[in-house]
């Protein structure tokens, strides 16, 4: 996991535990994450091919490996077309590219987890060309892995008025799907991307036979099929800025018009709501009531897009004393950095018009 990952992860433990401390509510907010590159704007149009079969040489190892695995032989090619579908799915959700899916093309890799060589420039310009498509999105990667193992342990069972001990057979069961993705520009004739992408699952069932807790456990095809899908969503966020729902903390409890105005953020009328803050910011002396209706007339202000705002009314929180408030200024000011860095990935498609 990345470390970035790991400290927003903390953020959110001990911000929550923070908030748990008082009343509060929460609402929901629109916010742009943009994309972790690039794409340059000339490409607006994408087509999403699948590369992930192995060829004749590599068939072979890949039907083997799945004998020893129990996978099933061709869940790949099955699971494969979920991924695609994943990346469909969130770019659509963004301005930034139409996509198309190619079907009816035959293209293999060489049947390993890593890389194959990149396509030739010919066979690229080729399919751009024939679908009318600026650049090639093509899932070069696709691996499925399962890891099935067995404990066990005693239960008390009551059987007849008389209490025995059941030994109880427990199976754990992780699946992967690892994704590996190229984006090719034919008229550049360079890789915009290559990323891997990769999502887990661990499943646990009990039974009195090992078979009761197999059978007990989610069907592997269907996880496979989940994780396939994560993995292209994941990916569709990296290569686009993308709307996406985040949660915000607001306070609710320590004066009678916090609770009132919970009603007002609810039905989305957020000038109102503003007003009841401000009213309370202004008229109480308690400096935690104060900082509270500071920190949500924070909140209501990237709410309606105003950050500078909410920024100035964050840090008048963090001035009468609430530590909450800086953790949300933290993610106020990254936001503010993300909502340009969006807009420059937005502008340059307008620009390249």
């Given at each position: ?7 927003l ?31 340059p ?42 991924a ?20 009816g ?13 990149i ?18 999105v093509?899932?070069e ?6 890891n ?9 069972i ?11 057979h ?56 989940e ?18 729902m ?5 306070y ?14 609810q039905?989305?009328n957020?000038?109102?709501?503003v007003?009841s ?34 920024i100035?009314w ?7 004393g ?32």
């Open positions: 996991m990345k470390k970035s990952s790991l400290l992860m903390g953020t959110i433990v001990i911000v929550s535990f923070l908030y748990s401390c008082v009343a509060t509510s929460s609402t929901m907010v629109s916010v742009i994450k943009p994309a972790d590159i690039n794409v704007g000339h490409i607006k149009r994408l087509g999403i091919v699948d590369r992930s079969h192995p060829d004749k040489s590599g068939k072979a190892i890949n039907i083997i490996e799945g004998m020893f695995s129990g996978e099933s032989i061709y869940q790949d090619k099955y699971s494969a077309n979920e695609m579908g994943g990346v469909i799915f969130e770019l659509s959700k963004t301005e930034r590219f139409t996509v198309y899916q190619i079907q093309v035959t293209l293999t890799n060489n049947g390993s987890t890593s890389f194959s060589p396509l030739s420039w010919e066979l690229i310009k080729e399919l751009c060309l024939k679908n009318k498509v600026d650049a090639l093509v899932l990667v696709f691996d499925t892995n399962k099935l193992n067995w404990r066990t342990e005693n239960q008390s009551v059987k007849n008025g008389i209490t025995q001990n059941q030994i109880m427990i199976a754990n069961m992780t699946t992967e799907v690892v994704t590996g993705w190229r984006i090719y520009d034919p008229s550049n004739q360079t890789i915009v991307d290559e990323w891997r992408v990769r999502e887990s699952k661990s499943s646990s069932a009990r039974g009195i036979t090992q078979y009761d807790a197999e059978t007990a456990l989610p069907q592997y095809t269907s996880v496979v099929g994780l396939a899908r994560k993995n292209g969503e994941t990916y569709g966020l990296r290569i686009a800025p993308i709307a996406i985040v949660s915000r903390y607001f609710t409890g320590g004066n009678p018009v916090m609770q009132d105005a919970r009603t007002f953020i039905s989305q957020y000038s109102d709501a007003k803050w401000e009213a309370i910011y202004n008229s109480t002396e308690k400096p935690k009531i104060r900082a509270r209706a500071a920190h949500n007339i924070a909140v209501a202000c990237e709410i309606d897009g105003q950050l500078d705002k909410a100035e964050a840090n008048r929180a963090i001035e009468l609430n530590k909450n408030s800086k953790y949300y200024l933290r993610t106020l000011e990254q936001r503010k950095i993300d909502d340009v860095k969006a807009k420059q990935q937005l502008q340059s498609v307008e620009e390249e018009k």
